[in-house]
């Protein structure tokens, strides 16, 4: 088992950044590997970024590439989405996984899912 928990949401203005902190325990993190995904109210929950965290490769969503960068810390075992430029159609919960696909945006692929954090983007 993988627990994950989401930190660093929040309100923040059109054009500005956040950091988002995924917190892993349990089973060795290191073997999983880890995504971003979001889901504002009415819609489907949607991929963001996906990170293969024994390596450099990462995956984005075309409506956040150049925006937003998933990165690591293994000593921590905690994934960081850094987010900057944000737009208000980047308001979601922020949902962190953990999965044996790597690099996968469907998720399906996951097993492992935090609670959620909130971002609101006003305009």
């Known amino acids: 088992q993988v627990q994950v928990v989401e930190s660093g949401g929040g309100l923040v203005q059109a054009g500005g950044s956040l950091r988002l902190s995924c917190a892993a325990s349990?089973?060795?993190?290191?073997?999983?590997?880890a995504a971003w995904f979001r889901q504002a109210p009415g819609k489907e929950r949607e991929f963001v970024a996906a990170?293969?965290?024994?390596?450099?490769?990462?995956r984005y969503a075309d409506s956040v590439k150049g925006r937003f960068a998933i990165s690591r810390d293994n000593a921590k075992n905690t994934v960081y989405l850094q987010m900057n430029s944000l737009k208000p159609e980047d308001a979601a919960v922020y949902y962190c996984?953990?999965?044996?696909?790597?690099?996968?945006?469907?998720?399906?692929?996951?097993?492992?899912w935090g609670q959620g954090t909130q971002v609101t983007v006003s305009s």
């Open positions: 996984a953990a999965g044996r696909v790597a690099l996968a945006a469907t998720p399906a692929d996951y097993d492992y």
């Open positions: 349990g089973r060795t993190f290191s073997w999983y590997a």
């Open positions: 990170l293969y965290w024994s390596g450099d490769e990462t």
